[in-house]
């Protein structure tokens, strides 16, 4: 399985982005795939995740300007980021869990500045 995250990039403050994960097969055989961030210095934290029948959680940092949504036709999910603060700032992992394995992609990076 691979993973292949995409759509970062340097946006000011306020700004929006849209991350997307595409995977190489079809995620329904995923129970759980998710965005993860790692700022510099700091450990890798979940930002948002997704279940097969499309439950979302998030990190209460993100709630009310991220959502997370999946479409099973493009094999991908998606992270929108709006109102982004320079805290945002990390690269973006997506994580995929199956009920043997997890999976992770390259990461995307996100730069949030004035």
């Known amino acids: 399985v691979q993973l292949q995250a995409s759509g970062g990039g340097q946006v000011q403050i306020g700004g929006s982005l849209r991350l997307s994960c595409a995977a190489s097969?079809?995620?329904?055989?995923?129970?759980?795939m998710g965005w993860y961030r790692q700022a510099p210095g700091k450990q890798r934290e979940l930002v948002a995740d997704?279940?097969?029948?499309?439950?979302?959680s998030s990190a209460d940092s993100v709630k009310g300007r991220f959502s997370i949504s999946r479409d099973n036709a493009k094999n991908t999910i998606y992270l929108q980021m709006n109102s982004l603060k320079p805290e945002d700032t990390g690269v973006y992992y997506c994580?995929?869990?199956?009920?043997?394995?997890?999976?992770w992609g390259q990461g995307t990076l996100v730069t949030v500045s004035s």
């Open positions: 997704i279940t097969r029948d499309s439950r979302t």
């Open positions: 097969g079809s995620i329904f055989s995923f129970n759980v």
């Open positions: 994580k995929a869990r199956s009920s043997f394995d997890n999976y």
